[in-house]
C-alpha cells in the first residue's frame, strides 16, 4: 500500500523559516514534488526533484528561498522553507510520480500525502 506521509506544518512569522517532510513507502517512485493551496486557489506547483538525479526545479515565487531535497536512505523528501512571507500561507501537499522525471503538473502525480497547514503571520 503507498503511503506519503507528511510532517507537521505550523505557524511561523514572516521571515521565519519551517521544514517539511514527506515520507513514502509502498512502492519506488521516479520523482517528488511538493504543491500547495490556499483558500479559494487552485493547488498549484512549488517544487520538484526527481531520485535519480536529484536535480531540482522551483516555482518562480519560491526561488531562492525554498529548497527540496530527499533522503535515500529515508525514501524522504523535504521541503525546506526560508524567508517564509504571508503570501506562502496554504495547505502544502507532497505528491509522488511513477515515471516522470519531475513535473510541474497536479496531472502527473499519482499519489498524494494528507496535506499539512502552514500560516506565515505579518
Known amino acids: 500500500q503507498v503511503q506519503l506521509v507528511e510532517s507537521e506544518g505550523g505557524l511561523v512569522q514572516a521571515g521565519g523559516s519551517l521544514r517539511l517532510s514527506c515520507a513514502a513507502s509502498g512502492r519506488t517512485f521516479s520523482a517528488m514534488g511538493w504543491f500547495r493551496q490556499a483558500p479559494g486557489k487552485e493547488r498549484e506547483f512549488v517544487a520538484t526533484?526527481?531520485?535519480?538525479?536529484?536535480?531540482?526545479s522551483y516555482a518562480d515565487s519560491v526561488r531562492g528561498r525554498f529548497i527540496i531535497f530527499i533522503n535515500n536512505a529515508k525514501n524522504t523528501v523535504y521541503l525546506q522553507m526560508n524567508t517564509l512571507e504571508p503570501e506562502d500561507t496554504a495547505v502544502y501537499y507532497c505528491?509522488?510520480?511513477?515515471?516522470?522525471?519531475?513535473?510541474?503538473?497536479?496531472?502527473?502525480?499519482?499519489?498524494w500525502g494528507q496535506g499539512t497547514q502552514v500560516t506565515v503571520s505579518s
Open positions: 505528491a509522488a510520480d511513477e515515471g516522470g522525471w519531475g513535473s510541474r503538473s497536479v496531472l502527473d502525480y499519482e499519489y
Open positions: 526533484v526527481a531520485w535519480r538525479h536529484g536535480i531540482p
